[in-house]
């Protein structure tokens, strides 16, 4: 708390315009993390071993293998869904186990309220630093794919602003269904959640090897909507599913932003 007083410093003696007090908030979180990076780099880690055991290894047996009618390397396919793992994990680690801890435990929140803070900014600063940690995932990701030569398209610069927007999303609406939750063991719902999400949401194969009545459920997920426009943007291959990936992304993160402020007037204003 004492890193939030020194970054709100003179500030606390007037109100705070438009969107300051949510940047301050991003900005505690830096100053937190900037000594914890190898905590930061965990949710990174995962996607790029599944990228090597199994694109490498796996797709080392894989032949003939297409993408939206064009024969693509089985690496080139599973790397952009690699990409939206690392926005997913990058947002999730931090709206719910540690958004939990700040919230039942350190009671942080209850103390930014006792400043010109209101609930908007503490959940607007949270998001922001979700998006930041997803975008730094995916650059990280992305520098890896060019290295390994996988990305042959201008169009995969967009994965970037993709990630943040599915950092946001998935941020929002983390932070959401956390604000529900009473104990440490409530989050074994969100491995559940998380888990046939990664492994199923047609990051590892097309999502046409699902019967139809299952491909519907699949593509409504919104790690499949982030896969799709991921893959997509890397392959320079972009179509109506990509903008459609984005006004779902777009919604479901304000559905998540809607809720996390509700939630918080509700827990700390009563």
Known sequence: MALFNAALGATVARPLRGGEAAR????????????????????????????????IGV????????????????????????I????????????????????????LYDQML???????????????WNQLRSGIYVTAFLLIMVAMDLVHSW??????????LIGSAFGAVGMALTTYMSSWQDFEKVTLA???????????FPVTAYPEWLRWIVE???????????????LGVPSWGSLVSVVYLLAFGAIGLVVVRRRLDSLLLT
């Open 194 to 204: 998380m888990m046939p999400m990664f492994l199923f949401s047609a990051t590892f």
């Open 59 to 82: 797709g080392a047996m894989v032949v003939g293998f297409e993408y939206a009618g064009k024969p693509v390397d089985y690496r080139e396919f599973v790397a952009p869904g690699m």
């Open 114 to 128: 006792a400043t010109p803070l209101r609930t908007a900014d503490i959940a607007i600063g949270e998001i922001l």
């Open 155 to 164: 169009w995969a610069l967009l994965v970037v602003p993709a990630a943040l």
């Open 220 to 234: 409504f997920t919104p790690l499949y909507r982030g896969v799709v426009l991921c893959r997509e943007l890397t």
């Open 84 to 107: 939206a793992a690392s926005a997913m994990n990058g947002a999730l680690l931090d709206a719910t186990f540690n958004f939990f801890f700040k919230l039942k435990y350190n009671k």
């Open 24 to 55: 301050m908030l991003l900005w505690r979180n830096i100053l937190v993390y900037r000594r914890a990076w190898l905590v930061f780099i965990t949710g990174f880690l995962e996607p790029v071993f599944y990228l090597f055991s199994i694109g």
